[in-house]
C-alpha cells in the first residue's frame, strides 16, 4: 500500500476509456459477441463488468481493488512456496518463502499491471495462477477435492488472460522434481490438463471465430529465431540485469560476473557429480529457470519496449514469480549471515526505491492528462489546429488511442484538430516559428513523431523531418488557430 500510494489518484489513461465505455454500453450482454474484442479475456471481462456496476467510473476503487489483488497474490505465492514440500530446514522454508514474497512486491517492474486498469488481467490471472498452485499442493498432502478445485482455477487463470496457457507444463515439473506420484498419475494429470486446454480452445473459437486473435497471426505466430532470442535475452536482462536502471559499462560487467560465476558453479556441480539431494544450488536452480522460461513463452513474440521505459513490463508480471524465487533462494544460500543481511536489505532497498520512483511517474503521467483536458476545456472553436498531444510519459500510456472517449468522459464536447503524436512527454521547450500557413514544429532528441488525425488530413499535411522536426502545412482555410501544450498549458502562436 505504501509503495503504491504516490499513484492512488492517477487516474484512468488511453485503452480504460475504451474498456469502460465498452462495458457500460454492453454490460454482461457484451459476452454474446466478445465485446467486440479480438482479445478473449472472459473470466477478466466479468470481472470488470462488475466492478464497474458496483464503483462507476470512480478511480480510487479500481486501483485499492488492484492493490488488493496484488498484495493477495503476493501472500499465496508466500504461502505456496512455504508449502512446497522443497524444503526440510523449516527456517529455511521460512525466509525463503518470505523474501521472495517480499521481492516480488517490491520489484519496479509491476506498476504497470498494478495502475494500469487495462492490465488488470494480468492480475486476476496470476492470483488464479497461484490459488490453482496451492490446492495442487492440498492435493499433494491428499487434501480431498483439493484437485478437483485445483483444475478449476487453472481453467479461470487461462480464461482470465493467456499468459496462463504454459501453467500445466510448469505444474508437471513441480510433480516430477516432488516425486510423490506415480508415472500412472503424471499420465491421468496429464490428460486432465489436456481437457482443461482443449475446453478452454474450444470456447475461444465459438467466442472469437478463431483460434488466435489478440494482435494476429503475424505476431503471435511469428517463430524468426533471432527475434525470439532477442526477446528473451531482454527478459533476462530486464530482470537479472535491471537493464534500464543502469549504465551500459554496469550491465556488462554484471552480466560477465553473473557468467562466469554462473558457469563455475554448474561446471563445479556437473564435475563432481554428486547425489541429487546434495547438488550445487546453481545446478538445482535449473528446474526453476526452466519454469521461469516457460512463463515468458505466451508473450515471447511481442515487443520489449519494457527495455527502456515501464510501457510493456505487465508482460513479464507472472515472469516476476520465479525470479523472485531465484533471488530470494540464491540468497538464502550465502553461508555469512552478516553479509547476506546486508546483501539482502540493499536489493531490497534499492528495489524499493525504483518502484517508489516509477508510481510517481505515474503520478506525473497523470498530471500531464489532467493538464492537457483542463487546457482543452479553455479552447471553444473547433476549427483550432493543436500541434502535440503525448502518446505516453516514460512509457505510460496517457491517451494513445482513447483521447476521444477521455474528453467525453470529462464532458469536453469541443473537439480541436490534433497534428501529431508523441511518443514520449516532450519537454517544457519548444523550437516553434510559423509563417503564413506553414508552421514548424521540434522537441527534443528522442521524441518519435506520429499523424494523430488521420481522419482529417484534408485539412493540414504533416511532413518529418530529421532532429526531431516537423514541419506542418494548413490545408483548410478553417484552420485559423494553432496552439501547441508545454507539458503544463496550451501556448497559441
Not at 518470505?98 to 519496479?108: N, R
Not at 533471488?327 to 532497498?349: D, H
Not at 479552447?379 to 476521444?404: E, M, P, Q, S
Request: with cysteine; proline share 3%; aromatic share 18%.
Amino acid at each position: 500500500m505504501v509503495l503504491y500510494s504516490p499513484s492512488y489518484d492517477c487516474g484512468f489513461f488511453s485503452d480504460d476509456y475504451i474498456g469502460l465505455d465498452r462495458y457500460q454500453e454492453q454490460g454482461l450482454l457484451g459476452f454474446k459477441n466478445n465485446f467486440n474484442d479480438r482479445f478473449f479475456l472472459p473470466v477478466a471481462y466479468l470481472f470488470q463488468v462488475i466492478e464497474l456496476f458496483l464503483f462507476g467510473k470512480n478511480y480510487f476503487f479500481y486501483h485499492l481493488t488492484n492493490i488488493l489483488l496484488f498484495a493477495l497474490s503476493t501472500n499465496i505465492l508466500r504461502i505456496c512456496i512455504a508449502e512446497s514440500g522443497f524444503f526440510n530446514n523449516p527456517v529455511d522454508k521460512q525466509k525463503v518463502s518470505f523474501l521472495a514474497a517480499l521481492i516480488f512486491a517490491v520489484i519496479p517492474y509491476q506498476t504497470e499491471t498494478v495502475n494500469w486498469y487495462s492490465s488488470q488481467a494480468y492480475l486476476i490471472s496470476v492470483l488464479f495462477t497461484l490459488i490453482s498452485a496451492y490446492y495442487l499442493i492440498q492435493h499433494t498432502k491428499k487434501r480431498r477435492w483439493s484437485l478437483t478445485i485445483h483444475f478449476i482455477f487453472l481453467f479461470l487463470a487461462i480464461s482470465a488472460k493467456e499468459i496462463a496457457l504454459t501453467t500445466p507444463l510448469i505444474f508437471i515439473i513441480y510433480l516430477h522434481k516432488l516425486n510423490m506420484h506415480s508415472r500412472s498419475f503424471l499420465i491421468k494429470y496429464t490428460i486432465y490438463c489436456v481437457v482443461v486446454l482443449s475446453l478452454y480452445f474450444i470456447w475461444r473459437v465459438i467466442s472469437l471465430g478463431e483460434i488466435i486473435g489478440g494482435y494476429g497471426q503475424d505476431v503471435h505466430l511469428n517463430v524468426d529465431a533471432k527475434l525470439l532470442s532477442f526477446n528473451f535475452a531482454s527478459y533476462l536482462s530486464k530482470f537479472f540485469l535491471y537493464h534500464r536502471y543502469f549504465e551500459e559499462w554496469i550491465r556488462i560487467v554484471v552480466s560477465i560476473s553473473v557468467v562466469l560465476i554462473g558457469g563455475f558453479y554448474i561446471l563445479k556441480g556437473i564435475i563432481r557429480k554428486r547425489p541429487d539431494h546434495k547438488l550445487n544450488p546453481v545446478i538445482r536452480l535449473l528446474p526453476l529457470f526452466f519454469c521461469f522460461v516457460l512463463s515468458v513463452l505466451p508473450v515471447l513474440n511481442l515487443e520489449t519496449s519494457f527495455l527502456h521505459s515501464i510501457q510493456s513490463d505487465r508482460y513479464g508480471y507472472f515472469p516476476s514469480i520465479f525470479f523472485a524465487v531465484i533471488v530470494a533462494i540464491l540468497f538464502q544460500k550465502i553461508k555469512l549471515n552478516w553479509y547476506r543481511n546486508t546483501l539482502t536489505f540493499c536489493f531490497l532497498s534499492l528495489n524499493t526505491y525504483l518502484c517508489i520512483k516509477d508510481n510517481i511517474y505515474w503520478k506525473d503521467a497523470g498530471n500531464y492528462r489532467d493538464n492537457y483536458i483542463i487546457g482543452l476545456r479553455s479552447i471553444n472553436d473547433k476549427n483550432t489546429l493543436v500541434l502535440n498531444v503525448a502518446d505516453n510519459y516514460n512509457g505510460i500510456y496517457i491517451f494513445r488511442n482513447g483521447l476521444n472517449r477521455c474528453l467525453a468522459m470529462n464532458n469536453i464536447k469541443c473537439r480541436p484538430t490534433i497534428a501529431v503524436a508523441q511518443e514520449v512527454l516532450p519537454s517544457q521547450s519548444y523550437d516553434v516559428f510559423r509563417s503564413n500557413r506553414n508552421v514548424f514544429f521540434a522537441t527534443k532528441p528522442g521524441v518519435i513523431y506520429s499523424v494523430f488525425s488521420k481522419n482529417k488530413l484534408d485539412e493540414f499535411n504533416v511532413q518529418f523531418q530529421k532532429n526531431n522536426k516537423a514541419e506542418i502545412t494548413l490545408r483548410s482555410e478553417n484552420l485559423q488557430k494553432v496552439t501547441y501544450f508545454n507539458g503544463r498549458e496550451f501556448i497559441d502562436f
